[in-house]
């Protein structure tokens, strides 16, 4: 029996709010509608939701606060919404824990592109952390703890470079294009702020951390020029 995949969208503009839960429905989603964060935030408290929707200019308290309190008590994907254009809103919001965002207004196919991006992200990293600890050789992963340890030493990792590694080492010789990474760890595949000087700089940047002198490792990031990375096992 397949999982019902449960949403709450927080948005006061009710009949946005109305034409959202209905797109849901019929791709077999099961949304719930709130029209203030506070209301969403109580929500929480009695349904386990896979996805919150959450529009930035709301009455009382605004998004930005609603998903300051959500990060503070869960690690659900977030999509937030806005109606404002400013680089400075987009990057608050994901800062602040925002796994994506969408500018009003948008279309209804590519709304229900970034929650299914999302959804399909959020159940890949769950899957893999029943698994617990990825181990190749002397490197070991830990999707528990979010840990990388290279001979027992703890290797420091962002959130963006852990989720990087975990996507290659748990799909050992799989080769991931930088646009299927992108699409993986930051988002929808349209994203307007890839850039693919910037990828290959974070992979760079990634090895460095990682790997170190001429030491064997039971694993390493290679490039498959003209295609792009996987996890080479040796």
């Known amino acids: 029996m397949e999982k019902i995949i449960k949403i709450l969208i ?4 009710m ?21 203030n964060g506070i209301l969403g935030l109580e929500k929480m ?3 386990k939701f896979d996805l919150i929707i959450l529009d930035i200019m709301l009455p009382e308290i605004d998004g930005f606060s609603v998903m300051k309190s959500i990060r503070e008590i869960s690690n659900i994907p977030v999509l937030m919404l806005t109606a404002k254009s400013e680089e400075r809103d987009k990057v608050k ?3 602040l824990g925002a796994d994506d965002y969408l500018t009003k207004p948008f279309g209804i196919d590519e709304f229900l592109a970034r929650v299914n991006s999302i959804i399909r992200r959020a ?6 952390m029943e698994k617990g600890i990825i181990r190749y050789g002397n490197i070991e992963l830990n999707s528990y703890c979010r840990t990388l340890k290279v001979n027992s030493e703890e290797i420091p990792l962002s959130n963006k470079e852990f989720d990087l590694l975990l996507l290659l080492m748990a ?15 930051w988002g929808f595949e349209g994203y307007d702020s890839y850039d693919e000087k910037n990828m290959v700089s974070f992979i760079s940047k990634l090895r460095k951390k990682v790997f170190y002198g001429n030491e064997e490792y039971g694993g390493f990031i290679e490039t498959v020029y003209g295609l792009g990375y996987r996890w080479r096992v040796k």
């Open 171 to 185: 799909n050992k010789n799989q080769i991931f294009t930088k646009e299927q990474l992108y699409d993986q760890i």
């Open 15 to 35: 009949d946005l709010g109305k034409l959202l839960v209905n797109c849901l429905m019929k791709k077999d989603y099961q949304p719930t509608y709130v029209e």
């Open 10 to 13: 927080i948005d006061d503009d």
């Open 45 to 47: 408290k009695t349904i």
């Open 123 to 128: 159940n890949y990293y769950n899957q893999q």
């Open 93 to 95: 919001g994901l800062q």
